[in-house]
């Protein structure tokens, strides 16, 4: 039998890129023929998985360039989910916050980072650790009426959050280059199912990446005017508003924009595509030891995307508040709109990078929401559901990513105001929102799921005082509503 020892020749084969660790394991018979050792064959992808997880620790401590290039490694699902968050709809949500109440609500940016990081953690840790969706966990406990019930909410609330994001975009786009809303709202849905149907994720994915940059755009805005920064830091930790009725819809919707459904949701399921892509990479719950640097890997590329996401919010409530509610506008219907009331106030330079910040960030969402849509749909019903897959192989995971963005685009043909449609998919986020995240919560402390894994009691706490804060949430939106 072949021994591999710990000399500093085998870890220079260790460390060496291997295409399949499958060719290191064998035994040599009495005659000196090499035959298969199973046993050996899963010690090694063993070793091979447990190196990989624990290569970029080492990597860090090298030269300063290739500290940036393993972070930039690092950072991927959480990134990406983080940055979606900052929709059109959303984009629109922040503005209004800003326009209608200047720096008084710059605070609830602080409120919801903790939350949503733990939140958006339990997704990640769900998918990684069981290599599973998170309906695809949950159907294993729930009823199947409540998961196709949630699902379908799921759904519905997301083809809205389409419909709302395209108008803004083909909108956007229209402002900066002339045009009709419509036809570029058309082209920029294609444009979405024709990458995602026909480019495989990993090629995909670096491009979605890529992508987040684009909501630098809005921290240039911010210093294209003048911010009286002492006033906004003291509003950020002392409001002094006024407490009414719009006040706390507005922090409703605020709230509702920043944890989303639809995030869960994608960032579950790109852990597991992610997993997919290193052949050598199995579910974290099927190791007999290891893991951690994973689940640090998860931690860091979440708090990360999350804290981003927020900042960004930050400085679109800061810029709107600084020009638009100085200057008396009070009242956005939309993104585009918040972009073409800059104009006049704060010049063409701030109106543009706002725009176009707009149609980038549009291009990175309404792919999160109709994958995410499909996602669960297809987990729901035992689809194949991976944007790896060719259109043949997995015809119902593409189906619905297509019928999301069409029937969006199509809402966005009916006479329906914008702002009230941004409001339904609020309402019907933050309805589908909470139950979701109790179940994912039960899900992320059951041992019988996520093995050793289980939720430290700190990201349990976090996590369902994240619930917590959601179920008031939809409860104030409801008298809002209604009072």
């Not at 294609?190 to 630098?216: D, G, H, I, N």
């Not at 595509?273 to 030891?289: A, Y």
């Not at 509610?325 to 706002?354: C, H, K, M, V, Y």
């Amino acid at each position: 039998m072949v021994v591999i020892g710990h000399s500093r020749a085998n870890q220079d084969v260790m460390t060496t890129s291997c295409p399949d660790p499958k060719i290191w394991a064998f035994s040599l018979s009495s005659d000196g023929k090499v035959a298969a050792d199973h046993k050996n064959l899963a010690i090694l992808e063993l070793l091979f998985e447990l190196h990989a997880m624990n290569l970029p620790t080492a990597e860090l401590k090298k030269s300063p360039t290739k500290r940036r290039n393993i972070l930039l490694r690092l950072l991927g699902p959480g990134l990406v989910t983080g940055a979606a968050d900052d929709d059109p709809s959303g984009i629109a949500t922040y503005s209004q916050a800003g326009a209608q109440f200047g720096y008084g609500l710059l605070w609830t940016v602080f409120l919801t980072t903790p939350f949503m990081i733990a939140i958006q953690l339990v997704s990640a840790q769900i998918g990684r650790v069981t290599g599973k969706g998170i309906i695809a966990n949950v159907r294993d406990f729930a009823p199947r009426w409540l998961v196709i019930f949630l699902v379908t909410l799921l759904v519905t609330a997301n083809t809205f959050n389409i419909a709302a994001d395209l108008a803004a975009m083909g909108e956007a786009l229209s402002l900066v280059i002339g045009g009709l809303n419509h036809e570029h709202a058309l082209i920029f849905a294609a444009t979405s199912v024709l990458l995602q149907v026909f480019v495989r994720y990993r090629r995909y994915a670096p491009a979605l990446k890529f992508l987040t940059l684009v909501l630098f755009l809005y921290v240039a805005t911010t210093f294209t005017v003048h911010i009286p920064w002492g006033e906004a830091f003291a509003r950020a930790v002392w409001p002094a508003a006024e407490v009414n009725r719009d006040y706390l819809l507005m922090i409703v919707a605020v709230l509702g924009t920043t944890i989303s459904p639809y995030l869960f949701f994608w960032q579950a399921s790109q852990e597991v595509e992610e997993m997919k892509q290193k052949r050598s990479r199995r579910p974290l719950k099927e190791l007999p030891r290891g893991g951690k640097p994973e689940i640090e890997r998860i931690a860091l590329d979440t708090s990360v995307g999350m804290a981003f996401s927020n900042i960004i919010a930050f400085f679109i409530i800061l810029t709107t508040a600084a020009v638009l509610n100085a200057g008396g506008i009070t009242d956005i219907q939309s993104a585009a709109q918040a972009a073409e009331a800059l104009r006049p106030l704060a010049g063409d330079l701030t109106f543009i990078l706002f725009a176009l910040g707009i149609i980038g960030t549009g291009l990175l969402a309404v792919p999160v929401l109709a994958g995410s849509a499909a996602y669960g749909v297809s987990e729901a019903f035992g689809w194949p559901a991976t944007l790896e897959a060719r259109a043949p192989d997995a015809v119902g995971f593409y189906s619905i990513i297509a019928a999301a963005t069409v029937v969006g685009l199509a809402l966005g043909y009916m006479p329906i105001n914008p702002i009230q449609m941004l409001i339904w998919s609020a309402v019907l986020n933050g309805i589908v929102a909470v139950p979701i995240m109790a179940m994912m919560m039960v899900v992320v402390t059951r041992q019988s799921v996520m093995g050793r894994f289980t939720a430290k009691p700190t990201l349990a706490l976090f996590g369902w005082a994240g619930t917590a804060l959601m179920a008031f949430t939809v409860i104030a939106l409801f008298w809002s509503l209604i009072g």
